[in-house]
């Protein structure tokens, strides 16, 4: 076997969480199936598995449960012993649990059946599935108990437990655009450049753009720019871990000028160049860099 991935069985009781878990792992980048045959379980762990954007293997989860095909919990365990002795290591196994009066209350509220006693009560296909699993509970290393979780609890912990470096940055994407045009719609974060002097009035500059050396000094030069521009690189740096914690997949960082050619484009170039620094990888792009220049939408002849 060429390159095994990591692999993490999600099993446990019906309710107490293993959509959720598999949906954060896939958010993670893990690839996931859901109740997948028994009877395929060794085709699967055996197979090599498929690299990520990054190039990277994708660890992999499955979902098992009692409604699998197949299903027998002691033969989960001898399968996953069988496939560690012959030196598959990277195979772990994680239970979720959950009170029986918790679980009655989510199928009372959902007003779901519970799949093991669709024309009785829930509490009886519970304490079922609870004798089926029994086994597979007592044998899995990682267990959670989830009776005081809620489903944004449990996100977080899945992603705290099973993020893995490099396989699930958020993307970022750095965009200038110009305010007489509108905001861009996806923005998450925006950044007014209009309080910097404008090289639209400038007859030598107006022709050019951010991306200009002659353009960018004559920003640059203004009083209130080094401060300004350095402590939005600085808050950056400090939100965007924080936004990859959260799990968010895309970060969209908007700097506005008014036709958003000159100030916004130089500004954008310059704090993507600093996010490249710091090992982010944002994608840049510049709007309105081909519009039509008007001088009724650049504000004053002052340079603001």
């Known amino acids: 076997m060429n390159n095994p991935p990591e692999i993490l069985l999600v099993t446990g009781l019906s309710g107490a969480g293993k959509s959720t878990v598999l949906k954060t792992l896939e958010d993670l980048g893990w690839e996931t199936v859901d109740n997948l045959p028994l009877s395929l379980l060794d085709r699967l762990l055996g197979a090599d598995a498929p690299p990520s954007h990054t190039g990277l293997a994708r660890p992999l989860?499955?979902?098992?449960?009692?409604?699998?095909?197949?299903?027998d919990s002691s033969?989960?365990?001898?399968?996953?012993?069988?496939?560690?002795?012959?030196?598959?290591?990277g195979i772990s196994t994680l239970f979720l649990d959950c009170a029986t009066d918790e679980l009655a209350r989510?199928?009372?509220?959902?007003?779901?059946?519970?799949?093991l006693a669709p024309d009785r009560p829930a509490r009886e296909g519970i304490e079922q599935e609870r004798l089926l699993l029994e086994p597979l509970r007592r044998w899995a290393p990682e267990l959670i108990e989830t009776s005081r979780y809620t489903g944004a609890d449990l996100t977080q912990h899945i992603r705290r437990r099973y993020a893995r470096q490099g396989l699930s940055e958020p993307a970022i994407f750095v965009t200038s655009f110009g305010f007489s045009?509108?905001?861009p719609p996806d923005a998450d974060l925006v950044f007014d450049m209009r309080f910097l002097r404008n090289p639209h009035w400038d007859p030598q500059l107006r022709p050019g753009t951010g991306m200009d050396a002659p353009v960018a000094a004559?920003?640059?030069?203004?009083?209130?720019?080094?401060?300004?521009?350095?402590?939005?690189?600085?808050?950056?740096l400090l939100l965007l871990p924080n936004y990859q914690a959260q799990g968010k997949s895309y970060i969209n960082i908007a700097f506005g000028c008014t036709g958003g050619r000159h100030r916004s484009v130089h500004v954008a170039e310059r704090v993507a160049a600093r996010l490249r620094n710091a090992a982010f990888?944002?994608?840049?792009?510049?709007?309105?860099?081909?519009?039509?220049?008007?001088?009724?939408?650049?504000?004053?002849?002052?340079g603001r």
């Open 61 to 71: 989860a499955i979902g098992i449960g009692a409604m699998t095909r197949d299903f």
């Open 75 to 89: 033969a989960i365990a001898r399968q996953v012993d069988r496939l560690r002795a012959a030196g598959r290591k």
């Open 106 to 115: 989510r199928y009372d509220e959902t007003r779901h059946r519970h799949p």
């Open 181 to 183: 045009r509108g905001l």
């Open 218 to 236: 004559y920003v640059a030069e203004d009083p209130a720019y080094e401060p300004a521009i350095s402590r939005i690189e600085d808050l950056l």
């Open 281 to 302: 990888s944002p994608t840049v792009t510049h709007r309105d860099l081909a519009a039509v220049q008007q001088d009724g939408l650049e504000g004053r002849p002052d």
